[in-house]
């Protein structure tokens, strides 16, 4: 049968090309807010690091209603760090809609989730976004679509997608140029006309494949995925079966079943075919299980997720200042929180160690772990991290192999020689350039996972805040040797104690110091950056001598430069492989592994 009052669909894009802006348009449009209610810009990046940093972290579900028919939509992730959560939801769908930027055009996370669909046969909906830029060049942008689709071995159905161009900020799309624009509904009907319907067997046994893991305090883990065939009721006896996991056979009952309107999970009793519904009081139920009825236990296939391409140690927090800001500081904590994260993000793996204090976690980037540590750090919790280290594998002969990502670069024509310097340096190989609107040009290079780590921040500043950087991930190939990652020592505290003005004055003139007066240091404590390449100890807790013939009053006369602040991210990039970064609710602090500063100096000689 087919749902003909049902349309699923997924919106995918490079990250900033206007995804979550257009939910709000169709959201907005269907009548899902009342008239004159105050609605919060990206109403669907609800979390609070989404909010702050404007991205999407996380796919998430709505639904609209137009002419009684209703469209499931699944807004997803730009960034390719959060790539697993593209690749799974787009099981749950009929139909993509590809989000472009009319100026940036196809970028590389463009092609990695169009990729995705075109593999799975979905058909597509091209959205040529922003046109109401004063640089936009859609009629470009349709070309260069066009050619990543051929690119991309694209069907003759998939060649044939509908172009849509719109502007999601104003709440307009237009079938053609010259049209004029009025609001949404020529996407409302493009997606009504080239999107199946939902098909399935209403009469066969229950089939419904979990495709994402919410999680709710109160309720615990919710299932959500689609109904490929039967009914689900609620107190349905049901069996989990997994493709990947032939040995898993468990029965379960539905005690609570939700479907989407607007964004609300409201409760029914059954669904069927074609519906996207949300499972709640399955305790243990995880992504890519399949919920049958006992009858007939036939598990859906479901992609492996891409494998994580970085890795970095999580270790209990053993400084001087340990246990004095956080409050949950123990491994016993620490373990049960990584491993409570892999509940609902498929892309991560946490692995013991052999000790019982540090635990090694893997993802897709610095940004994905980067931002598991900023949500463990508000929650209280706190402990160290080793720097991000590629994850290598071996092939057959025993050589070495390396992830490799291919970088699209953006920048006004007078930083290109720069950024070109700079990712040579870090073994890059520069695979294309070309002129890209007025006075910019677009690099493309080929450089392995490790010579990107902690080069975002200094790209930024080479190119004075204006270039922009994007990378995909596309395979591993040989090792490409040895590569440094920072060019400057550290500042290291020789004593604990709280700093002073006196100290930092003197300390000030070897580098840039990350610290103020009054804040409590430890020996071993990275308290700046040095301008040269060696580590320098410094003593920032000395304190002026006083005597009968100089009084402390002359202190006032000492003048403090402003210590550097530096954010997860740019702490994450700055540290070496001899340090750690100590994570707190209040602070970031660097330090080094071996706190002592005669054990450390054995250590470095061998």
């Given at each position: 049968?087919?749902?003909?009052?049902?349309?699923?669909?997924?919106?995918?894009?490079?990250?900033?090309?206007?995804?979550?802006?257009?939910?709000?348009?169709?959201?907005?449009?269907?009548?899902?807010?009342?008239?004159?209610?105050?609605?919060?810009?990206?109403?669907?990046?609800?979390?609070?690091?989404?909010?702050?940093?404007?991205?999407?972290?996380?796919?998430?579900?709505?639904?609209?209603?137009?002419?009684?028919?209703?469209?499931?939509?699944?807004?997803?992730?730009?960034?390719?760090?959060?790539?697993?959560?593209?690749?799974?939801?787009?099981?749950?769908?009929?139909?993509?809609?590809?989000?472009?930027?009319?100026?940036?055009?196809?970028?590389?996370?463009?092609?990695?989730?169009?990729?995705?669909?075109?593999?799975?046969?979905?058909?597509?909906?091209?959205?040529?976004?922003?046109?109401?830029?004063?640089?936009?060049?859609?009629?470009?942008v349709i070309d260069e679509v066009l050619d990543l689709l051929i690119?991309?071995?694209?069907?003759?159905?998939?060649?044939?997608?509908?172009?849509?161009?719109?502007?999601?900020?104003?709440?307009?799309?237009?079938?053609?140029?010259?049209?004029?624009?009025?609001?949404?509904?020529?996407?409302?009907?493009?997606?009504?006309?080239?999107?199946?319907?939902?098909?399935?067997?209403?009469?066969?046994?229950?089939?419904?494949?979990?495709?994402?893991?919410?999680?709710?305090?109160?309720?615990?883990?919710?299932?959500?995925?689609?109904?490929?065939?039967?009914?689900?009721?609620?107190?349905?006896?049901?069996?989990?079966?997994?493709?990947?996991?032939?040995?898993?056979?468990?029965?379960?009952?539905?005690?609570?079943?939700?479907?989407?309107?607007?964004?609300?999970?409201?409760?029914?009793?059954?669904?069927?075919?074609?519906?996207?519904?949300?499972?709640?009081?399955?305790?243990?139920?995880?992504?890519?299980?399949?919920?049958?009825?006992?009858?007939?236990?036939?598990?859906?296939?479901?992609?492996?997720?891409?494998?994580?391409?970085?890795?970095?140690?999580?270790?209990?927090?053993?400084?001087?200042?340990?246990?004095?800001?956080?409050?949950?500081?123990?491994?016993?904590?620490?373990?049960?929180?990584?491993?409570?994260?892999?509940?609902?993000?498929?892309?991560?793996?946490?692995?013991?160690?052999?000790?019982?204090?540090?635990?090694?976690?893997?993802?897709?980037?610095?940004?994905?772990?980067?931002?598991?540590?900023?949500?463990?750090?508000?929650?209280?919790?706190?402990?160290?991290?080793?720097?991000?280290?590629?994850?290598?594998?071996?092939?057959?002969?025993?050589?070495?192999?390396?992830?490799?990502?291919?970088?699209?670069?953006?920048?006004?024509?007078?930083?290109?020689?720069?950024?070109?310097?700079?990712?040579?340096?870090?073994?890059?190989?520069?695979?294309?350039?070309?002129?890209?609107?007025?006075?910019?040009?677009?690099?493309?290079?080929?450089?392995?996972?490790?010579?990107?780590?902690?080069?975002?921040?200094?790209?930024?500043?080479?190119?004075?805040?204006?270039?922009?950087?994007?990378?995909?991930?596309?395979?591993?190939?040989?090792?490409?040797?040895?590569?440094?990652?920072?060019?400057?020592?550290?500042?290291?505290?020789?004593?604990?104690?709280?700093?002073?003005?006196?100290?930092?004055?003197?300390?000030?003139?070897?580098?840039?110091?990350?610290?103020?007066?009054?804040?409590?240091?430890?020996?071993?404590?990275?308290?700046?950056?040095?301008?040269?390449?060696?580590?320098?100890?410094?003593?920032?807790?000395?304190?002026?001598?006083?005597?009968?013939?100089?009084?402390?009053?002359?202190?006032?006369?000492?003048?403090?430069?402003?210590?550097?602040?530096?954010?997860?991210?740019?702490?994450?990039?700055?540290?070496?492989?001899?340090?750690?970064?100590?994570?707190?609710?209040?602070?970031?602090r660097i330090r080094k592994k071996i706190l002592d500063s005669l054990?450390?100096?054995?250590?470095?000689?061998?």
């Amino acid at each position: 049968m087919k749902r003909e009052d049902v349309r699923n669909i997924a919106i995918i894009a490079h990250v900033d090309h206007g995804k979550t802006t257009l939910v709000d348009e169709l959201l907005k449009q269907s009548g899902v807010f009342r008239t004159g209610q105050v609605v919060e810009e990206r109403v669907m990046d609800s979390n609070d690091i989404e909010r702050e940093r404007g991205i999407t972290i996380l796919s998430k579900n709505t639904a609209v209603y137009y002419k009684g028919i209703k469209i499931n939509i699944i807004d997803t992730p730009g960034h390719a760090d959060f790539g697993g959560e593209v690749e799974r939801v787009l099981k749950m769908v009929n139909g993509v809609i590809l989000v472009v930027d009319a100026f940036e055009g196809p970028m590389p996370q463009t092609k990695f989730v169009l990729k995705k669909a075109l593999e799975l046969k979905l058909p597509v909906i091209c959205c040529i976004n922003k046109i109401d830029r004063p640089e936009a060049r859609p009629k470009e942008v349709i070309d260069e679509v066009l050619d990543l689709l051929i690119d991309l071995d694209a069907d003759e159905d998939q060649l044939e997608c509908p172009f849509v161009f719109a502007s999601a900020k104003t709440g307009i799309a237009i079938l053609e140029l010259n049209d004029k624009p009025v609001s949404m509904e020529p996407l409302f009907e493009t997606i009504i006309d080239y999107i199946p319907a939902p098909e399935g067997d209403e009469t066969a046994g229950t089939q419904v494949l979990i495709s994402t893991i919410d999680y709710n305090e109160y309720v615990g883990r919710i299932g959500v995925g689609k109904v490929d065939n039967g009914t689900i009721r609620v107190n349905q006896e049901c069996v989990i079966v997994n493709h990947h996991d032939p040995d898993k056979m468990r029965k379960v009952k539905i005690s609570k079943l939700y479907e989407f309107d607007g964004l609300k999970k409201v409760e029914v009793q059954e669904a069927t075919v074609g519906s996207i519904v949300a499972i709640s009081g399955i305790s243990d139920i995880h992504i890519g299980d399949t919920l049958c009825s006992p009858e007939n236990p036939v598990a859906i296939p479901f992609q492996k997720i891409s494998e994580p391409t970085i890795a970095m140690n999580f270790i209990v927090n053993d400084s001087p200042l340990a246990g004095q800001e956080g409050k949950f500081v123990t491994s016993r904590h620490l373990r049960e929180r990584l491993f409570r994260e892999l509940n609902t993000d498929v892309s991560l793996r946490v692995e013991e160690t052999e000790t019982t204090e540090a635990f090694k976690v893997s993802g897709r980037g610095e940004l994905h772990l980067s931002v598991l540590i900023e949500n463990m750090r508000r929650e209280g919790f706190e402990f160290a991290v080793s720097k991000a280290e590629v994850i290598y594998h071996y092939d057959e002969n025993g050589k070495k192999l390396e992830p490799m990502e291919e970088c699209y670069v953006d920048v006004p024509d007078e930083y290109s020689g720069t950024v070109i310097q700079k990712l040579s340096t870090r073994k890059g190989e520069l695979k294309g350039m070309n002129s890209f609107g007025a006075g910019h040009t677009r690099l493309i290079f080929q450089i392995p996972s490790r010579g990107l780590i902690g080069y975002r921040g200094e790209f930024l500043t080479d190119t004075r805040g204006e270039g922009i950087m994007n990378t995909t991930f596309i395979g591993y190939e040989p090792y490409k040797g040895d590569l440094s990652y920072r060019s400057q020592g550290s500042l290291i505290a020789f004593e604990s104690g709280e700093a002073v003005t006196y100290g930092l004055f003197n300390a000030q003139e070897r580098g840039a110091l990350f610290i103020g007066p009054g804040e409590k240091v430890y020996a071993g404590m990275v308290v700046g950056q040095n301008g040269k390449a060696e580590d320098v100890e410094v003593n920032v807790c000395k304190k002026k001598q006083l005597t009968n013939t100089r009084s402390s009053a002359a202190d006032e006369a000492l003048r403090l430069i402003p210590p550097v602040e530096m954010s997860l991210e740019q702490c994450l990039e700055f540290i070496d492989t001899d340090e750690l970064l100590e994570v707190t609710p209040k602070s970031l602090r660097i330090r080094k592994k071996i706190l002592d500063s005669l054990m450390r100096k054995r250590a470095n000689r061998k």
